[in-house]
């Protein structure tokens, strides 16, 4: 069974870094593009960020360039986003998904998101 | 960058009413745009890859049409556990993904 688990969230203040994890089980992790997505409380899904599989390629929304880093580890199966100069807009859930297979491509499967709010 | 719209923003139906949501984009993307289903406190889930692809596992009663620039997500006869919020998403532009800004159905 695919699992992905998200873990790191937290109280920040304004200013403050966060890195948040998702940890991958029951997939060939190494093969699948991966995924942060967030969503602000009461709001819609924002994509942030993708990377390949081999690390080759990494792609951020405009929003978060500059701020924020994805990562991964394929010896460890985990899916890392670590978070800078966070502001309260940061605030929302953070979902990592994957990119599954099929195409067009589609995020087939996603964790149950990890809850970051930025406040002092 | 393709911006997306969905309408209506959010709409109140009943038990076996047919359901239509709409999504536009600012260019053509071909047919490569999903649909997922959101339930509060929970994450998303893809209903229809492709503009027209039934993912395995979701009720026929959920089916997708479009192509270029106009979608459409339809709900044959809405059913209780229906009610939620659909997006949809562009994938033309990957490995860049874009979300529309969702349409809420609940219940009249």
């Known amino acids: 069974e695919v699992q992905l688990v998200e873990s790191g969230g937290g109280l920040v203040q304004p200013g403050g870094s966060l890195r948040l994890s998702c940890a991958a089980s029951?997939?060939?992790?190494?093969?699948?593009?991966l995924n942060w997505v967030r969503q602000a409380p009461g709001k819609g899904l924002e994509w942030l960020a993708t990377?390949?599989?081999?690390?080759?390629?990494?792609n951020y929304v405009d929003s978060v360039k500059g701020r924020f880093t994805i990562s991964r580890d394929n010896a460890k199966k985990s899916l890392y986003l670590q978070m800078n100069s966070l502001r309260a807009e940061d605030t929302a859930v953070y979902y990592c998904?994957?990119?599954?297979?099929?195409?067009?491509?589609?995020?087939?499967?996603w964790g149950q998101g990890t809850l970051v709010t930025v406040s002092s | 960058d393709i911006q997306m719209t969905q309408s209506p923003s959010s709409l109140s139906a009943s038990v076996g009413d047919r359901v239509t949501i709409t999504c536009r984009t600012s260019?053509?993307?071909?047919?490569?745009l999903n649909w997922y289903q959101q339930k509060p406190g929970k994450a998303p889930k893809v209903l229809i890859y492709?503009?027209?692809n039934l993912q395995s596992g979701v009720p026929s009663r959920f089916s997708g049409s479009g192509s270029g620039t106009d979608f459409t997500l339809t709900i044959s006869s809405l059913q209780p556990e229906d009610f939620a919020t659909y997006y949809c998403?562009?994938?033309?532009?990957?490995?860049?993904?874009?979300f529309g800004p969702g349409t809420k159905v609940d219940i009249k």
């Open positions: 998403q562009q994938v033309y532009s990957t490995p860049i993904f874009t």
């Open positions: 990377i390949k599989e081999d690390v080759s390629e990494k």
């Open positions: 492709g503009a027209s």
């Open positions: 029951g997939f060939t992790f190494n093969s699948y593009w």
């Open positions: 260019q053509t993307i071909r047919n490569y």
């Open positions: 998904a994957r990119t599954g297979s099929g195409y067009p491509y589609y995020f087939d499967y």
